[in-house]
């Protein structure tokens, strides 16, 4: 498992922007993947974006898609949710996820809580109307 600090999180308006920030703990990630979840008071924990971290090919939930970009730095020490446009059902404690090994199917998988290993404290973000 690894460490993993999130930061950036506050408080915004509808239609306002945010970026969150990931650091990998004292070390560079050589793993498979890194990733963004979701949680509201009363919900599941939901998929929000990954990232793998070799090609940096990445994946997006539909709810997010064209208002949400995730991205890495050349260091790979750290990851990156740039969030625009941000709605009220964006409010939620976001937390960033990591996972070493490599995975079939990582559309479909890559999207499960339960394929993710390492997980940071999370960061709150809420959004006003």
């Known amino acids: 498992q690894v460490e993993l600090v999130e930061s950036g999180g506050g408080l915004v308006q509808a239609g306002g922007s945010l970026s969150l920030s990931c650091a990998v703990s004292?070390?560079?990630?050589?793993?498979?993947?890194m990733g963004w979840f979701r949680q509201a008071p009363g919900k599941e924990r939901e998929f929000v974006a990954a990232?793998?971290?070799?090609?940096?090919?990445?994946y997006y939930a539909d709810s997010v898609k064209g208002r949400f970009a995730i991205s890495r730095d050349s260091a790979k020490t750290t990851m990156f949710l740039q969030m625009n446009s941000l709605e009220p059902e964006d409010s939620a404690l976001y937390y960033c996820?990591?996972?070493?090994?490599?995975?079939?199917?990582?559309?479909?998988?890559?999207?499960?809580?339960?394929?993710?290993?390492?997980w940071g404290q999370g960061t709150q973000v809420t959004v006003s109307s």
């Open positions: 996820s990591a996972r070493e090994g490599r995975i079939a199917s990582p559309g479909y998988y890559l999207r499960q809580p339960s394929q993710w290993y390492s």
């Open positions: 004292g070390r560079t990630f050589s793993g498979y993947a």
């Open positions: 990232i793998r971290w070799s090609d940096r090919f990445t």
